[in-house]
Structure formats: C-alpha cells, structure tokens
C-alpha cells in the first residue's frame, strides 16, 4: 500500500501517523507538502493527519482545505481513490466539501484528550475490514472542535445510507449522552462519503497500534487498508 | 473602499460558545440579556472603485473562505 500523508503548517500529528503506516504496510508513506499540486504516481491512500493547520484560524481546516494540494485530493477522491482524513484530517475534509457536514465546538466547550469507545458501525469499509460490526474499540481522542453537525436532510442520507462508521460508546457499546464526549449528533465519531473511499474520524486509531501504548484497537484500521491493497506494497 | 463582511450561525445550529458568554454575562449581572449568538466581522480594505465588482468580490470571499455555508450566513456591506 502505497500512502501519502499532507503536510500543512501547524499539523502536529503526521509523525504518528507515518509511524504506524510504516509500522502496519512495512512501507514508508510519501510526506506531501500543501503547496505541492501532485500526489506522488501510483499513490493508494492518501491521510489527512490531526494537528492545528494554520492555527485554526477561521475555522478548523477552513484555509487547509483551500490549498493547492487539495485539487489533487478531490482528483483521487474522484477516480476512487481512499482517502482518510483524522481529527484536525476530518475537519479539512469537511471544509473541503470532501465529506458533508461540520465540526463544530465541543458541546461542554473543553478541549478533550482521552481514550474513548468507538462502536465499529460496519465492517465492509476499506476503512473498517479490519473489525467486526458490532465490536468495541479504545482509542483517543484530543480535540476542542470535533462536534458533528450537518442539517437534518443530511443526517437522514447519511444515517440512512448507513455512512456511519464509528460512533462513541461506552465500553460495552451501550450509546448514551454520557459516552458521547464532543455532543456529536447520534454520537458520529466518523463517517464515510457516498462513495465509501473517503472517511473522517476524530478519535486516532494511529496512537494505538503497539502493546508497549496499553491498546491496539486502532491497528486494525490500518491492517484493513493494508489487505484492502492485497498487502502488495 | 472599504468594505465588512459579517458572518453569522443560521438559525437552529448550535452555538456552545453564544451560550457560555450568555452565561458570563448573566453571571456578571447584566441584566436582560435573552440570549446571545457569536459571530465573526471581517473588514476589508478593496483595491478599485466600483461598488458593483466590489460586491461580486466580497461574494466571491465570503463563499469560498470567509463562511462555511453548511453552518453560516454572511452578510455584505459597502462602506
């Protein structure tokens, strides 16, 4: 699997997330410059990593979403192409129009940084194969914006076209208002778009991937990608 | 020409930060507020004179970057 992470200034977590893509493909991910206006040939996904992209100025991932690069990303996305957008990720696909909806501020108005539950909604994704429907997993989440909302209409197609992929839970998958950290509408942690090859989540399974961190509930995402592409590089 | 776009939640989204600073002010003691939506001001400064490019511009702004349409409205004004 041949992967692309963007870089834009003030992303803080593309290091992670080349790390474990390195450590779950045993291939190195291309590091793509904002400004640059090509993805590398033959690139099979392509991440939007977390951090604070240009400050969070305007809004979250509102001026990532503008640059150059991006029209790339849409061209991928157009062909097929998988593309994964995590927390600060999700927030440019979003601005990007990408993926439908918004981020907005946490509900209780405090920047979270904790492990929570995800409910895994479906597991014939190229981003969930690597999980069973139904199964519990533990990740985390560090984020002051990652409140999804999108009008009503929305939310119907999305629910409707069961483009839910996570949700927050309690660890026995029960969902309630207080597992549902961020106050997200029906507890949406991640999503997928209409074509199911682009996908944004605010929790970040690239932090648990190794025994030595406590979990490894986030590598199967990857181990998924990973056989998606037949594990030929 | 000066120009300001203003930038607002629609109606029915949720506003946590409104709300908090709803709450300061109630906290403070000052009276009669009913409730409070946060919003954004953007003044800009135009090169050229002409009022009608002027606003197709601002348009132009306010679309692509300064609002995100999903959430917001904007309005534009002139000056």
Same mark, same amino acid.
């Given at each position: ?5 963007? +870089? ?14 390195? &450590? ?14 090509? &993805?590398? !040939? ?40 998988? +593309? ?45 194969? /690597?999980?069973?429907? /139904? ?8 984020? /002051? ?43 949406? !942690? ?7 090859? +682009? ?35 | ?44 400064? &135009? ?33």
């Amino acid at each position: 699997m041949k992967s692309a992470v963007l +870089v834009f200034p003030g992303i803080n977590r593309e290091r992670d997330m080349a790390r474990t893509l390195k &450590l779950v493909s045993g291939v190195e991910p291309a590091m793509v410059w904002h400004a640059d206006t090509e &993805l590398p !040939a033959g690139t099979d996904l392509v991440v939007v990593p977390g951090g604070f992209s240009y400050g969070d100025y305007l809004r979250c991932g509102a001026i990532a979403a503008r640059a150059p690069i991006m029209d790339a990303v849409r061209a991928h996305a157009a062909k097929g192409g998988l +593309v994964l957008g995590v927390c600060n990720g999700f927030q440019i696909l979003c601005e990007s129009g990408l993926l439908p909806g918004v981020l907005m501020r946490n509900s209780k108005l405090k920047f979270i940084c904790h492990d929570v539950h995800l409910r895994v909604e479906r597991s014939d994704t190229p981003f969930t194969r /690597g999980y069973n429907a /139904g199964q519990v997993i533990r990740v985390p989440v560090a984020h /002051g914006e990652g409140n999804y909302v999108a009008d009503d209409e929305t939310i119907k197609a999305i629910e409707s076209e069961g483009r839910v992929i996570f949700r927050y839970c309690a660890a026995d998958g029960t969902l309630g208002d207080p597992y549902n950290v961020n106050g997200a509408i029906n507890a949406i !942690a991640g999503i997928v778009n209409e074509g199911g090859n +682009v996908a944004g989540m605010m929790p970040h399974p690239e932090n648990h991937v190794e025994s030595i961190i406590g979990s490894t509930d986030g590598r199967g995402l990857f181990a998924g990608l990973v056989a998606q592409f037949g594990k030929a590089a | 020409m000066k120009a300001r776009v203003t930038v607002t939640l629609k109606t029915g989204v949720l506003d946590p930060q409104g709300k908090a600073i709803e709450g300061a002010l109630k906290s403070l003691g000052v009276s009669g507020i009913g409730s409070v939506r946060q919003g954004k001001v953007f003044d800009i400064e &135009l090169d050229g004179a002409d009022k009608a490019s002027a606003e197709a511009v601002l348009k132009a702004a306010a679309e692509k970057l300064l609002a995100n349409t999903v959430i917001e409205n904007y309005r534009i004004e002139v000056l």
